[in-house]
């Protein structure tokens, strides 16, 4: 962990890692892994309630973070969650809120952005496709309807879509790459939860057949995602590599023990 954490952000790592024993620990992750079963909603909120999901988005909208640098805020959570090994949708759903808090019309950051941030609900990001393509507009179409769109295709690589209450798709229109926020469970949406190496997270596809929503699905300005997109993936390559660094952390120490 890096030296020069403020004293607030020392802080915010030990009530995270006091969390974390006191709810999932490693041996208490294991128990849960061999009996297949995965975190509930009570889990999302306890954490939600240390502040999880709240250092990207503004405090006008509910949020706000400890140091006013809400991604080294996070950053330090993601790290804690990778050594710990702490499942559950994080990323994706920390992207959503800071997308939300940029972007998102007064309808979503009312209705959906709150939710988010006290983990009433969790957020699934379908921006791959099944083939691994991070471009975004890979996988799935979106063709303007009657007061609204008419999403299908495929979406792959997405992390605990099977739990999400919200979907952020990003699909391919006539008027250039859209994102859409949509309901899991909206009729047409159809989640295969596929195998991977990493038993404490669940990757997904996500197949969209004749998925009909409405304008104000659509999260930002029609044909102008590009630059939210490419700001997601640089966000959640970062909030990745803090993860991992937690992981391999845990693992060099574990031997350097031995």
Same mark, same amino acid.
């Given at each position: 962990?890096?030296?020069?954490?403020?004293?607030?952000?020392?802080?915010?790592?030990?009530?995270?890692?006091?969390?974390?024993?006191?709810?999932?620990?490693?041996?208490?992750?294991?128990?849960?892994?061999?009996?297949?079963?995965?975190?509930?909603?009570?889990?999302?909120?306890?954490?939600?309630?240390?502040?999880?999901?709240?250092?990207?988005?503004?405090?006008?909208?509910?949020?706000?973070?400890?140091?006013?640098? +809400?991604?080294?805020?996070?950053?330090?959570?993601?790290?804690?969650? #990778?050594?710990?090994?702490?499942?559950?949708?994080?990323?994706?759903?920390?992207?959503?809120?800071?997308?939300?808090?940029?972007?998102?019309?007064?309808?979503?950051?009312?209705?959906?952005?709150?939710?988010?941030?006290?983990?009433?609900?969790?957020?699934?990001?379908?921006?791959?496709?099944?083939? +691994?393509?991070?471009? #975004?507009?890979?996988?799935?179409?979106?063709?303007?309807?009657?007061? +609204?769109?008419?999403?299908?295709?495929?979406?792959?690589?997405?992390?605990?879509?099977?739990?999400?209450?919200?979907?952020?798709?990003?699909?391919?229109?006539?008027? #250039?790459?859209?994102?859409?926020?949509?309901?899991?469970?909206?009729? +047409?949406?159809?989640?295969?939860?596929?195998?991977?190496?990493?038993?404490?997270?669940?990757?997904?596809?996500?197949?969209?057949?004749?998925?009909?929503?409405?304008?104000?699905?659509?999260?930002?300005?029609?044909?102008?995602?590009?630059?939210?997109?490419?700001?997601?993936?640089?966000?959640?390559?970062?909030?990745?590599?803090?993860?991992?660094?937690?992981?391999?952390?845990?693992?060099?120490?574990?031997?350097?023990?031995?």
């Amino acid at each position: 962990m890096d030296p020069d954490l403020s004293p607030d952000q020392r802080l915010l790592r030990e009530t995270a890692e006091r969390f974390i024993e006191a709810s999932l620990p490693l041996g208490k992750l294991r128990e849960l892994i061999d009996a297949g079963g995965e975190v509930g909603p009570a889990y999302r909120r306890a954490a939600a309630e240390v502040g999880w999901f709240a250092f990207l988005a503004p405090e006008s909208l509910g949020g706000g973070s400890v140091s006013d640098a +809400g991604v080294l805020d996070t950053v330090v959570l993601a790290e804690l969650r #990778g050594r710990y090994l702490q499942p559950g949708s994080f990323i994706d759903t920390n992207l959503a809120v800071a997308t939300l808090s940029r972007e998102g019309s007064e309808e979503q950051q009312a209705k959906i952005l709150p939710d988010l941030i006290t983990g009433e609900a969790a957020l699934a990001w379908a921006v791959a496709d099944p083939s +691994g393509d991070w471009s #975004g507009p890979a996988g799935a179409h979106a063709q303007t309807v009657s007061g +609204g769109y008419r999403l299908t295709g495929r979406k792959g690589l997405v992390v605990e879509a099977q739990s999400a209450q919200w979907l952020l798709l990003t699909a391919n229109t006539t008027e #250039g790459l859209t994102q859409f926020l949509l309901p899991a469970s909206a009729p +047409g949406v159809g989640v295969e939860v596929l195998s991977g190496l990493d038993l404490t997270r669940r990757l997904c596809e996500v197949r969209l057949d004749d998925v009909v929503v409405d304008d104000s699905a659509v999260l930002g300005r029609p044909g102008q995602a590009g630059a939210a997109v490419d700001a997601q993936i640089r966000l959640a390559a970062v909030l990745g590599a803090a993860e991992s660094a937690g992981a391999m952390q845990y693992l060099f120490d574990l031997t350097l023990q031995y």
